[in-house]
């Protein structure tokens, strides 16, 4: 190290020695990035025509003799557009360089800091603004789906404002994947507050506030995290003022959204014949049939209403946003706020959010600077009953009521009895249209982020760095059940609230060195944290109003249930270190430390070490490639570390307790809860090996890279023998592998003067294994978990169709002997896995002069999907459901060869014996790949002279189409909204499907 | 630098290390209590026999709905009225679409083995209220081992092919996962020996009816007599279930129902024959519990004049029910059919406290009766036996009967399948006694054979794969 020093002092002191035989006068200077304001370390300072030069230093400064005439100075910085100045007469010259986006320079935010991309060893993705400006697309995630590779994002519900699955780098657990959410530093909340709709905290947060998402995906870049570190990060970066300038800004759009392809339902003629023919085929008389669905065959006796046209809509929706940015030298705010409303295709289902975010920067002193950051925001949203077999949810009911039953008496507009022939007799006798109309499901959410850090400079090279921080959700969610609904007129009106308040905060500190030794450049970061997520939840039900436009609960004249009091919290706590180092920016390397603990971990486990080594090489600056001119730019990288996943752990689910549940006779009762003191942290070894590449001039970059998760100590829940009153307690055991492959690709395929064409593509193949299960068993039954297999995949007996001699369904038993029912589960098989096997996106960007057009498709493939609308929708008359047009290809006659069986009035070919299937025919799966025009885009800049003409700065309109056009072989409304998607369980019954969009907008910089 | 790294390395050092005691690390749960209080006192206890009560109706694969029925739609007492999907399977008696009451009454008897383990060392504290909870928490142990027994093992003596298993009897209070290990299912006799122990326990220990409590929603001696007299009833015990109750009707204040008050009675919220009934609060359901999941929104279709609103109306009389009623009878009145002339609904659930809910009484007189007459006529007393059966009759509206021998014991039989339709008897009784099970004809007519293998249910296929020790019931 001495010598090191020794060489730095006597280079400096050469060039000290250099300067001083030419020395005329001193430029000095600081170098800046224009898009982040930051300090630029390293960038070389050149004197035009001659070897006279100086890289700055780590806060960007520099100092450098020039003639007395002056000359032109030449700024240079890898991944910057390089930049000449005229000295002139100048002594201070600061200069801001703006990044080249081609290439690998831009920075990144890292846990807890921020580095260039070409210094990174870790896999780290990034999205910047620009990407995800303007589209009508309520939160980022939902903004970012489809463009970063290994990041799959699906829409788990189409409700406005609902929420989305967002896993990094596949399915790394059993127990829950949900990635680490980080916002200027504040570890925020993820996924559903509230429970009148689907909904999503992520949502609280304007996208178009957002500067730029990292998305952590390996070790390397993640390992800082420790616990909470397996299943990713996403540190998101809101926008920030810049010196001297002052931008405001607004935008606007509005346009419609449409439902995207819903089934073909049959009208009353044609569910009047097919009832009729199962009606006789049950032995039973037409006239039965006549007397409940109509006579096919007279006019008169039909009453055909069209339920899906009654129940989905075109539905507006606009945005307004407005934002103020700008600052001195020492002082930079961010100012803005937005107004968004968005209704779904489906009556009575919307979002409106209004948000606010002010970021302020100071800088009080040399040494320290001061950042605030507050975003505001609160969400509106009238909910869907979606996802389940329900009788009151859209999209079930609205496709199978029956089409001869009229919603609405034409005569008097008021709702008619369901069914209008049998009340009671179909979905609970619940008239959807009515329901839904009458029924209120609503979410209040108010949410604020903030953080407040401060920064202080000790020396030049050790920085201090604390932040503490607070993410706050608030939120009520009201169900009124008014009794003008028929199946609610017993209960005089029914009212449910439910309150429910999130609290975290976290604080951390962290000291920051930063220093190069000639070209050994060091940086190290040491740092603690603290983190509290405090949980509340109140709801009460009342009954009784005496009037039914009275709601409030003081108004009802009874309780009904039992209210619910919750009131739990878990803590965290961790110190970290991470060092790197690099020569000549040539060889890196870097190692992470943090030693975490949880409150949630079992006593005998609380506190775990999570670690990370990563490594990376740029041949472009070995001297053998300096010759090539094919390569820009040229990195490997491989990380190899040990982080932990404590997502599925309950708050006390290790301390061994006992809770209060259910009263009998006015003594409330008691169960134990079996905790399991040992219970910690699921253990996810990740590898990496990836490679950066720029060639052809920029021209084409991107990186591909190869993972490997094997994440062990699985939070399961290990089956208990049932006899001893416990379904299985949460333990440590078992393994999953997810690996896979990722390429990004940016190119630029066509500059030709006015037209450009740039496309952005990526794409990941990915695998899901278990490896090793409880106890070391090979599988944990039929249907169940299996090593070799996927984390989630679909089990079922192999459908045979329809028997042609007879019209009934039959199915393959075990043996492979036909049969039409009385199967078992160990018939099934495993016919597919909802898990895709490969995903990504593919953007185009046409520009031609002042006109873009941008085309993104997302896609994804090799996934099962398993539908369980057909069961209500393709049970070919049997029952009361309406039916899909298809049915009427029905069986008729003894040879005939058709997917639809014989008619048969309550479904059960009755006899004794018969039985049923035990699980699912393949009849019900399909493939779920899909293509998808996410979004298409036309933008138009008004012309700068126009423009400034009229004094303003820049002024483009736009028009864009979102979810335009789909192409699947899917058996069911929507192949991106479906059950067990990633690996979310639940129905796959009415969901809610995402729908088309179209808006129009013009946005105005002052 | 190598001063800066002797800082890093004492400042990683203190903070690695201070991490590892951290107090803020510590959980301190505010909703739940540890095991010293929770089980510190008579209160907890009686929180965990409370919990075990709340099950029996909670549970709508048990006394909330399921087993009230399925013993009728197994047999041929019903038949569908609206095709929900629900009792189809039943109706046809598919396999593996039966009772599935495994898991909750393992949880009541681990609710109730809790209160047992822990009362001894309590019971200083009031030795009156331990010795009350004890009773209860037998009560409902019997009540949970032997509705496991009739479900998935033969009555000792009704054996087919000599299977003679019923169901695990666990030794003793899981506190812990020390306390758990597999254990191998016992034979009937075996299971019935528990029972028996139990309710006698609880005879000795319940207050008599009326001393605790005037209700009969929690057990009193008197009801656990005549519980005991059912399970006597079941293993064959004839004499001994007649003797039993017999001093049940001379103890209880429960009174039989007459021909001008049997048909409002269902509609009382207590009913006036109940000698043990389940209480169902309105904290005791959500919002849509009773038109989804209740008694009554089975066996009535919509009617917004009784607040059954929506009712989903799944199950009718079978023809066959309605042909065996003797002219005058007052219960074939329990049947309506306000839709459709051939739709009979029963008026036996009525919801008659709003919403669907209604307390469910699983004990009553007439039943009392019952046991008395056919235990008297199958112990060799016809006379004894024909005399209680007429009283039955002379408050349903018949004549009495003359019946001797064979057709004495048909005679009882028949009036159980009316007296107790929608009450789950049926399937039991049939079963009990090694007969086959006839069928609707428009469930195809044809008798499920007493060696059927459908005649036990499947243990389900989750207790097989957790306890090795398990074997499944022949046939499946």
């Known amino acids: 190290m001495k010598r090191i020093l020794l060489t730095c002092f006597m280079l400096m002191a050469m060039m000290v020695s250099i300067s001083a035989w030419a020395q005329d006068r001193t430029v000095t200077g600081r170098v800046t990035g224009a898009d982040d304001g930051l300090p630029l370390p390293q960038v070389t300072v050149l004197l035009k025509g001659t070897t006279t030069g100086t890289p700055t230093d780590a ?378 109309n009458l029924e209120r499901r609503e979410n209040f959410v108010g949410q604020v982020q903030s953080s407040l850090s401060l920064q202080y400079k000790i020396s030049p090279a050790f920085t201090v760095n604390v932040l503490g921080g607070l993410d706050w959700a608030d939120t009520k969610a009201i169900n009124e059940r008014p009794a003008l609904i028929p199946v609610f007129a017993a209960t005089g009106g029914q009212v449910f609230e439910d309150y429910r308040t999130s609290l975290n905060w976290n604080t951390n500190a962290t000291l920051n060195f930063n220093k190069s030794y000639g070209d050994h450049n060091v940086s190290a970061i040491l740092g603690t944290e603290f983190f509290r997520s405090n949980f509340n939840r109140h709801t009460v039900t009342v009954r009784g109003f005496s009037n039914q436009s009275l709601r409030l609960l003081s108004q009802a004249t009874n309780y009904f249930g039992s209210p619910v009091g919750t009131k739990t919290y878990f803590t965290r706590a961790g110190v970290f270190m991470r060092g790197n180092y690099n020569y000549k920016s040539k060889y890196y390397f870097n190692a992470t430390v943090r030693r975490d603990g949880s409150s949630r971990f079992g006593a005998q486990n609380r506190v775990g070490t999570f670690y990370s080594f990563g490594a990376s090489w740029r041949p472009i600056e070995e001297d053998f490639m300096s010759s ?147 106890g070391g068993v090979e599988t944990l039954g039929p249907g169940n978990l299996t090593v070799g297999q996927p984390v989630s995949f679909n089990w079922g007996v192999n459908y045979a169709g329809i028997n042609p001699a007879n019209g009934r369904e039959m199915y393959y038993l075990a043996n492979g002997d036909l049969t039409y029912g009385n199967l078992g589960v160990n018939d099934g098989y495993v016919t597919g896995s909802p898990i895709a096997d490969y995903f990504g996106g593919l953007n185009n960007s046409f520009t031609y002069k002042n006109l873009t057009l941008d085309v993104f498709i997302q896609f994804q493939g090799g996934n099962e999907v398993r539908n369980g609308d057909l069961f209500n929708l393709d049970e070919f008359g049997n029952n009361q459901n309406n039916q899909r047009v298809r049915n009427l290809q029905y069986w008729r006659n003894p040879g005939d060869v058709t997917t639809i069986g014989r008619p048969f009035q309550g479904g059960v070919q009755r006899g004794f014996g018969a039985e049923f299937p035990g699980v699912n025919g393949t009849r019900q799966f399909s493939d779920g790949t899909y293509a998808r025009i996410k979004n298409i885009g036309l933008t138009y800049n008004l012309p700068s002279d126009f423009v400034s003409r009229i004094g303003l700065s820049n002024v483009s309109v736009f028009v864009q189409a979102i979810n335009l056009v789909t192409w699947t072989k899917y058996d069911g409304v929507d192949p991106e909204v479906t059950a067990r998607n990633n690996d979310v369980g639940g129905s796959n019954f009415a969901v809610f499907p995402v729908g088309k969009q179209y808006t129009g907008g013009i946005s105005i910089n002052f | 630098m190598k001063k800066v790294f002797s800082i890093y390395i004492l400042i990683a050092f203190l903070g690695f290390t201070a991490c590892e005691d951290l107090e803020f690390l510590e959980p301190k749960p505010e909703d739940r209590l540890t095991r010293e209080i929770a089980l510190g006192d008579l209160n907890g206890v009686a929180g965990h026999v409370a919990r075990g009560y709340h099950r029996l109706h909670s549970n709508f694969g048990w006394y909330g709905q399921n087993f009230m029925l399925n013993g009728d739609a197994l047999a041929d007492n019903v038949d569908l009225l609206n095709n929900t999907g629900r009792y189809v399977g039943q109706l ?58 009739r479900v998935y093992g033969y009555e000792p003596g009704q054996e087919v092919g000599g299977f003679n298993l019923a169901v695990a009897i666990t030794p003793g209070a899981v506190l812990g996962t020390s306390n758990i290990e597999e254990w191998p299912r016992n034979t009937n006799v075996e299971v019935y020996t528990q029972i028996k122990s139990d309710l006698q326990d609880a005879i000795n220990l319940l207050p008599a009816e009326g001393a605790a409590s005037s209700s009969p929603y929690l057990p009193s001696r008197t009801a656990a007599k005549a519980f005991l007299a059912r399970v006597n009833l079941y293993e064959g015990s004839y004499a001994t279930a007649a003797q039993l109750a017999e001093e049940v009707m001379a103890e209880t204040g429960a009174t039989l129902t007459t021909a001008a008050n049997h048909l409002a009675s269902w509609a009382t919220a207590q009913h006036p024959e109940a000698i043990f009934s389940l209480n169902i609060s309105s904290l005791d359901w959500g919002t849509v519990t009773g038109v989804n999941s209740s008694l009554a929104t089975i066996t009535n279709t919509n009617d917004p004049s009784r607040g059954l609103n929506s009712a989903q109306g799944v199950l009718r009389a079978s023809v066959e029910l309605l042909a065996s009623f003797e002219a005058g009878d007052i219960r074939r009145d329990l049947w309506v059919n306000p839709t459709g002339p051939d739709l009979w609904e029963g008026r036996k659930w009525n919801g008659e406290l709003g919403g669907f809910r209604e307390h469910i009484p699983i ?44 057709a004495l014991t048909t005679l009882i039989l028949d009036e159980r399948r009316k007296e107790f339709v929608l009450e789950g008897q049926r399937w039991f009784d049939l079963k009990r006694l090694g007969l086959a099970i006839p069928k609707a004809a428009a469930q195809g007519g044809v008798a499920l054979p007493y060696t059927d293998f459908r005649v036990l249910a499947n243990i389900p296929d989750g207790a097989l794969s957790n306890n090795t020790l398990l074997t499944q019931n022949p046939g499946y």
């Open chain 1, 59 to 436: 806060d960007g400064n520099y100092r450098l003799a020039v003639p007395q005439s002056g000359g032109i100075l030449v700024f240079r910085y890898l991944g910057y557009v390089t930049q000449e100045i005229d000295v002139q007469n100048q002594s201070i010259i600061n200069v801001q360089l703006a990044p080249d986006a081609q290439s690998l320079g831009e920075v990144v935010v890292t846990g807890y800091g921020v580095e260039k991309k070409r210094d990174i060893t870790g896999a780290i993705s990034q999205v910047r603004a620009d990407e995800i400006e303007n589209l009508p697309m309520q939160s980022f995630d939902r903004a970012v789906q489809g463009r970063i590779a290994g990041v799959q994002i699906q829409a788990s519900s189409g409700q406005p404002g609902g929420s989305l699955n967002l896993r990094i780098r596949g399915i790394n657990s059993l127990a829950n994947n949900t990635p680490l959410y980080i916002v200027d530093g504040v570890q925020v909340l993820s996924g559903g507050v509230a429970g009148q709709a689907s909904n999503n905290a992520l949502a609280g947060l304007n996208p178009e506030d957002i500067a730029t998402i990292e998305v952590l995906k390996d070790a390397a870049a993640a390992a800082i995290y420790g616990a909470q570190a397996a299943n990713g990060v996403v540190v998101i970066t809101t926008k920030r003022g810049k010196q001297n300038t002052t931008d405001f800004a607004v935008s606007f759009q509005g346009g419609f959204v449409e439902p995207i392809g819903l089934y073909d339902m049959m009208n009353a003629q044609q569910f009047a014949e097919i009832k009729e023919v199962a009606y006789v085929n049950a032995g039973l008389p037409a006239s039965s049939a006549w007397a409940r669905f109509g006579n096919p065959n007279d006019a008169s006796t039909l009453n055909n209403f069209d339920w899906a046209d009654a129940m989905f809509h075109t539905g507006s929706l606009y945005s307004a946003n407005a934002r103020l940015s700008g600052g001195s030298e020492k002082t930079q705010f961010y100012l803005s706020a937005g107004q968004e409303l968005q209704e779904s295709f489906i009556i009575a289902s919307s979002w409106e959010r209004q948000s606010m975010r002010l970021n302020v920067q100071h800088q009080a002193t040399d040494k320290l600077t001061v950042t605030a950051n507050l975003g505001v925001s609160r969400q509106n949203q009238f909910g869907s009953i979606a996802n389940g077999n329900f009788v009151n949810g859209p999209f079930q009911a609205a496709f199978t009521s029956q089409p001869n039953s009229p919603a609405i008496d034409p005569e008097t507009g008021a709702y008619n009895p369901y069914p209008v022939q049998a009340p009671g007799s179909h979905l609970f006798g619940y008239n959807i249209l009515e329901g839904v």
């Open chain 1, 628 to 774: 090539q001119n094919i390569f820009n730019d040229l990195k490997l990288r491989v990380s190899y570390g040990v982080l932990g996943n404590s997502n599925g752990i309950g708050n006390f689910q290790a301390v061994p307790s006992f809770s209060s549940a259910a009263q009998y006779q006015g003594t409330q009762g008691q169960v134990l809860n079996l905790a399991n003191d040992q219970i910690t942290w699921e253990r996810s070894e990740q590898y990496n090996i990836g490679l950066d590449y720029a060639i052809l001039e920029n021209r084409i970059s991107g990186s591909l890279d190869f993972f490997r998760n094997d994440t062990g100590d699985q939070l399961f829940n290990t089956p208990l023998p049932i006899e001893s009153s416990f379904g299985g307690i949460i333990s440590n055991v078992g393994t999953v592998r997810s690996e896979g492959i990722e390429l990004e690709v940016q190119s630029t395929n066509i500059d030709a003067g006015d037209f450009k064409w740039q496309s952005n593509f990526n794409i990941t193949f990915q695998n899901n294994e278990v490896l090793e299960l409880p």
């Open chain 2, 92 to 149: 046809v008696n598919a396999a593996r679409t039966t009772y599935n009451i495994y898991g909750a009454a393992y949880q009541i008897i681990n609710d109730e083995n809790i209160a047992l383990e822990v009362l001894p060392e309590l019971a200083s504290e009031d030795p009156a209220r331990a010795q009350l909870l004890e009773g209860q928490a037998k009560f409902a142990r019997a009540l949970a081992y032997f509705d496991l027994a």
């Open chain 2, 363 to 406: 004990m009553r007189y007439s039943e009392i009766l019952l046991i008395a007459a056919e235990g008297r006529a199958r112990s060799g007393n016809d006379a004894a036996g024909l005399a209680h059966v007429n009283m039955l009759r002379a408050n349903r509206g018949l004549t009495a009967s003359t019946a001797t021998g064979g």
